[in-house]
């Protein structure tokens, strides 16, 4: 067993350009965190009105940013990446001009593998884990298609990329845009909690790559008659796995209706292969003898015996109920003062803005995005924290999958998660890219340790470690004045609560997180209605 001390780590360089991951390593306690942005409908090119050009300053920075995080990234090292070229591929020079100045060179394994046959016009159902480039594997050949066919906003639209959260398919629109950036084919989004209406007029002026999620696609497809999708030549489906598990099956065969199957390429792709995925791969590219392509099946990972990559360094804390809170304190306390970037992980929204709220009374800066923010509220939180160089960002599963934050130093899952995939997606927000670093910890309670026994089963190795009882702080006293004056941040003057309070605020009983369900007997807050996470646990 390894003791883990929040004053482990040595300061990190100043420069800019210092290789954060190649630090991360020793204790997973310690890390920091940042903010998260939101956009708004759907962004093509030749937008002449307020809105689009507003939603065009709004993702500037962040590009520019990204473009400079990606500098260096593309050369070959003995992670992920191949010996292939980009400049090899056989694909255009406006394409070949946007991924050199996107600083790539050599291809990923699933790129290597899923490129050619795109390419040729087959369709393609691939997995491979998170961090690998498979955006970039089915955008190139995507892109190449509507390029060949002269494709032009009066045709309508080409491509569909369909994602499961609005912050995935934004993330897969900033990457699409890059990747245009010497083309005349128009891009564009549509997400939910944004203008309908303004989505119908970009849709209007013609959209050849159109990047959304089922929900809000399939109410265009409904509603906007002015949107043209008869001319549809590949329909893309990423992260198919986290579009089921969010109950979307009825919505996508609702939007197989809708779409032409003649002369349309179908892709899938996915960070796990479950049954249900399988199932649905039928429903998607339908049966043997309907099929009017061949299928390629691209599985990068099927001959790895581990779950997770290399560069990631994993453990768990066995830690009692009524102690949780105090050591991560004391972790992201020192991670602040380290300068790292920690994204900690909470079973439920109420949890997330419970300890939101008590970190805000010991005054600890964070980032928080959960599935009750409103949507600009979202998506500026991810492009914040995005861009951020270090910082705490508190989320739930809504930032799990498909996300690419740079440089995050550390996984913190505060709350464990309910499946063994669930684990593995959380880990892979760090460690992305060829030769990525990062370290994730897990917090348990005693009652908890049987999880192990899956992480096993799923070859997910993770160390024990014990952090250190003299380390943790006395926050109690602090957190209770705060709340007994209800105060938003705690007073700056050393209140003593049982000498001062009256006897009717003596008998209160202070901080047990009503409004949240979460105490020494729940540590996981109140169940919603649509909540089904498995309280009881293994």
């Known amino acids: 067993m390894h003791p883990i001390k929040p004053c482990d780590r040595s300061p990190r360089p100043s420069s800019k350009k210092r290789k954060r991951r190649s630090a991360a390593a020793a204790t997973p306690l310690e890390s920091e965190p940042e903010p998260v942005h939101d956009t ?15 939603r065009e ?4 920075k962040m590009e520019e940013e990204t473009s400079k995080k990606k500098q260096g990234e593309g050369k070959k090292g003995s992670g992920i990446l191949t010996d292939k070229l980009f400049s090899d591929l056989p694909i255009s020079d406006l394409t070949a001009n946007a991924i050199r100045d996107m600083n790539y060179t050599h291809l ?13 016009g087959s369709d393609v159902m691939a997995s491979a884990k998170t961090g690998s480039g498979k955006t970039l594997a089915f955008l190139i050949p995507a892109i190449e298609l509507l390029c060949r066919l002269r494709f032009s906003p009066r045709n309508g639209t080409g491509v569909v990329v369909l994602c499961p959260t609005r912050e995935l398919a934004i993330q897969t629109h900033n990457v699409a845009k890059e990747l245009l950036k010497y083309h005349s084919q128009t891009l564009g989004y549509v997400i939910g909690g944004i203008d309908l209406r303004g989505e119908a007029e970009q849709l209007a002026k013609g959209i050849n790559v159109l990047v959304a999620t089922p929900g809000r696609l399939l109410d265009h497809m409904q509603m906007t008659k002015s949107f043209k999708y008869e001319c549809l030549k590949c329909l893309i489906i990423d992260e198919a796995d986290r579009i089921l598990e969010q109950n979307f099956e009825e919505q996508m065969k609702q939007i197989f209706k809708h779409l032409p199957r003649q002369g349309r390429q179908t892709v899938l792709f996915s960070a796990t292969q479950t049954e249900k995925v399988e199932d649905f791969a039928k429903l998607t ?13 691209v599985g990068v990972d099927d001959h790895e015996s581990k779950a997770t990559v290399e560069g990631l360094k994993q453990g768990y804390c066995v830690i009692p109920s009524e102690r949780r809170f105090l050591v991560l304190y004391a972790f992201l306390k020192k991670a602040l003062s380290e300068k790292k970037k920690v994204m900690v992980f909470f079973s439920s929204c109420n949890s997330v803005k419970f300890h939101a709220q008590l970190l805000n009374f010991i ?56 499946e063994t995939k669930d684990y593995i997606h959380r880990v892979g927000r760090t460690a992305r890219g060829d030769n990525g670093k990062g370290s994730a910890i897990l917090f348990l309670l005693p009652k908890e340790l049987q999880l192990l026994i899956h992480l096993k089963a799923a070859n997910i190795s993770v160390s024990e470690y014990v952090f250190r009882q003299e380390l943790v702080p006395k926050l109690q006293p602090y957190l ?12 700056k003057v050393n209140l003593d609560l049982d000498s001062s309070a009256s006897k009717h605020r003596k008998k209160r009983n202070v901080n047990t997180g009503r409004r949240h369900g979460i105490g020494p007997s729940n540590p996981y807050g109140r169940k919603g209605g649509d909540d ?7």
């Open 40 to 54: 708004t409908a759907c962004n093509s090119e030749g937008e002449d009105n307020a809105t689009g050009k507003r």
């Open 57 to 60: 300053h709004s993702n500037k």
């Open 108 to 120: 990923t394994e699933i790129q290597a593998r899923s490129i050619p046959p795109l390419m040729l």
């Open 285 to 297: 590219f339908g049966s043997k003898e309907e099929r009017q392509r061949t299928l390629v099946y």
């Open 363 to 418: 005054q600890i800066e964070y980032y928080n995005i959960h599935r009750q923010l409103k949507q600009h509220q979202r998506t500026s939180t991810f492009f914040k924290f995005h861009k951020a160089e270090h910082g705490i960002l508190l989320c739930t599963n809504v930032a799990a999958r498909g996300l690419d934050i740079p440089d995050v130093d550390y996984i913190v899952q505060y709350d464990p998660p309910d």
């Open 480 to 491: 209770s004045v705060a709340a007994s004056f209800c105060f938003s941040e705690p007073p």
């Open 532 to 538: 089904r996470r498995q309280f009881a646990r293994f």
